[in-house]
């Protein structure tokens, strides 16, 4: 167990691990961060990357039950071809350029295009009350 004064705003949580580990749970929601599942893809129109949308707190800790609206933008060679969130009974159409997080969560599918070719994709996202993000997703020749 453990004890903390009363003025203390800390929280502590069981890691559940086994070892008695603790560590410090999330502040509020502060920052957007996007993280690609591929970095390089084919300039073919059909190749893909699965870009995760995380609610972090300053520290770039997940914040769990954040639910904030986030809008996408996109510029290059490459479309947003859907966003999600996990929620199952969200009805929200999976081709919105907007999309609330759920748990702190958020996805965006880009895919590249034919046309103009090979270059940089940007993906950018924002929220109200949040420092958004962009990342950057190069779309290269494709090889037979």
Do not use: Y
């Amino acid at each position: 167990m453990v004890s903390l004064p009363l003025a203390s705003r800390d929280v502590l949580i069981w890691r559940g691990d086994g070892t008695g580990n603790v560590g410090a749970a999330s502040g509020p929601a502060a920052r957007l961060i996007l993280s690609p599942d591929h970095s390089t893809i084919k300039a073919d129109g059909r190749d893909l990357s699965f870009v995760t949308i995380t609610i972090a707190d300053k520290s770039g800790l997940l914040v769990p039950r954040s639910k904030n609206r986030i809008v996408f933008s996109i510029s290059g060679p490459g479309e947003i071809i859907a966003t999600d969130n996990g929620n199952a009974i969200d009805l929200e159409s999976f081709q919105s350029k907007e999309r609330n997080a759920f748990n702190g969560l958020a996805l965006a599918i880009i895919r590249s295009t034919v046309e103009p070719g090979p270059g940089t994709i940007i993906l950018k996202a924002e929220s109200p009350g949040l420092k958004s993000a962009e990342v950057k997703i190069q779309a290269i020749n494709a090889i037979n």
